[in-house]
Nanobody, 115 residues
Framework: QVQLVESGGGLVQPGGSLRLSCAVSGGFFSVATMGWYRQGPGKQRELVAKITSGGNTFYGNSVIGRFTISRDSARNTVWLQMNSLKPDDTAVYYC?????????WGQGTQVTVSS
């Protein structure tokens, strides 16, 4: 069974930064595609960023140039560095593990951008 535990969310002012972490246990982290998704108030869940086992990265249009996804297979961990945060980034952020067409999700961590 794959388990994902996110951390690092919180309240930050516009223009600030946060770093989210997702620790993975079980499964085969090194060959999985890892991703971050978010769901804001009244919105559908959307892709923020994902990183393949080979290190290729993909970003949602609204975060390009501000967010960076990275991973460390030795630590079974994926991170999301978020800079220049905006109020529109306010959402619950979910870590995703995808391998062999199966998805696993973390419980989510709240990010609130407000002055």
């Amino acid at each position: 069974q794959v388990q994902l535990v996110e951390s690092g969310g919180g309240l930050v002012q516009p223009g600030g930064s946060l770093r989210l972490s997702c620790a993975v246990s079980g499964g085969f982290f090194s060959v999985a595609t890892m991703g971050w998704y978010r769901q804001g108030p009244g919105k559908q869940r959307e892709l923020v960023a994902k990183i393949t086992s080979g290190g290729n990265t993909f970003y949602g249009n609204s975060v390009i140039g501000r967010f960076t996804i990275s991973r460390d297979s030795a630590r079974n961990t994926v991170w999301l560095q978020m800079n220049s945060l905006k109020p529109d980034d306010t959402a619950v952020y979910y870590c995703n593990y995808n391998r062999a067409s199966r998805d696993y999700w973390g419980q989510g961590t709240q990010v609130t951008v407000s002055s």
